[in-house]
């Protein structure tokens, strides 16, 4: 910035964008400062991966003082470079080197500076990470232990029947996503800078196809980069991959990035002659995050515990139910006493019994959006080789992998309680895992005491922001 006016301007337009739910964060390896205990010498603050990048060069041998050197890359690029070229190990060979040091250094370290004040924050619905660790997720569930966090990331080599996008957008749920790989996803991540430029390139190829969601937000939204340290190569082709316009025209989204996130000259100056919505600012992450805390300081939450908005508006939490035809009855009946037992929005046969929120007429979207799934379990939907259900509970056995907190409440309507003898087919394959869950029983439909009771402290539980 070039002068104090410059900077209020800058910040009026920073300010707008997070009043307006207009931004998403992007997280670099400069804004993950954390602190160590060192023996005999207190607590060491330092960014994570400078620490890493110090570790692996101290592995091979190799002087450690070459990251004090001034270069426009970041340090784990560095370190695996000069691994590579002097002592000629291969980057297979190298990778899980570097996995096993992230795992192992990130079991040690506590959040500290940007990294710390970020987790406090509550006004993105999207987070950005370009680091495979997990470090980002951690910090924001022990900061905010009433947010539902969902983590997805991108691997070029993924089968080409396999989600790599994130989900939409819901009320109730921070997404944090690794376009450049996850040691979570299988270890499939970048560690050099070939590495995150073929990345780059599978995403922009891949994008249109496998990440229409992704793309959708990253080019809807105004950017906040923290800590990025973005080198010039990187930086000319990810800005303009993340918009839909040319950078030089003024009717698109923007960019607000810290110092050190231009911190190549050739890119600030590129920067400065060329894109005029992409702003840097005289800032380290950590006073970035100062800034942004106290930009948003007097605005709601972006994104609340799950139950909150709803109970805002006087509703209780809503339920996906779903059956096999068979057993609409049945179903419309555990529907209809969801209602009764203090539920909200129940999505029932394609359409809504009550309405409250918007739900889209997507079953996917609906299914990534409801605060409960119901399945109907049945002798006569055991008996069915093929149905629609048995791809609903699928997507909802998927999710509540990534929901911590009790998401699938599956109901037998048999005579009998529900048991792998009864269901043999429901209560093996991906769907046996409804077997691990509490069962409840309502024979024809008709929900008992036990169950009733059950089902209302679910309701409660919502209605009181508690995680069942």
Known sequence: ????????????????????????????????????DVDGAGQRELPFYRLVAERLLERFDLPVDILDSAACSWDLHRACAQAMSAKGVSAKRLKPTVANLIRELSAQVQPAGALAGLARLNCFDLIVCFTPDDLV???IAAAQPSLSLEVASYSPTAPSNQSVDIRAARPDVLRVFHPFGSLAAGGDFAIHEEDTLEYLHRLYDQGERRLKTLLTELRSKDRIFLGASLPDWLGRGLMRFVNDQRLATEERTMEFVTACDGDDPALTDFIARFSSNSIVLPWTPDSFVEQIAGLTAQLPPRVTPSTRATVAQGLGPSAFVSYASEDAEQARRIADALLELGFGDIWFDRKKLKTGDTWSASIDEAIAACDYFVPILSARADGRVEGVFWDEWSQALERSRRVKRAFILPIGIDDEPASPRLYPRIFSGDTRAFNEKHLL?????????????????????????RRG
């Open 137 to 139: 997720a951690r910090a």
């Open 441 to 465: 029983h309502a024979p024809a439909g008709v929900l008992g005491g036990e169950a009733r009771e059950q089902l209302i402290n679910r309701a409660d539980e919502h209605a009181g922001g």
């Open 1 to 36: 910035m070039e002068s104090a006016q410059d900077l209020a301007i800058a910040l009026d337009s920073l300010s707008n964008s997070l009043t307006t739910s207009n931004a998403m964060l992007v997280v670099g390896p400069r804004a993950l400062t954390v602190s160590l």
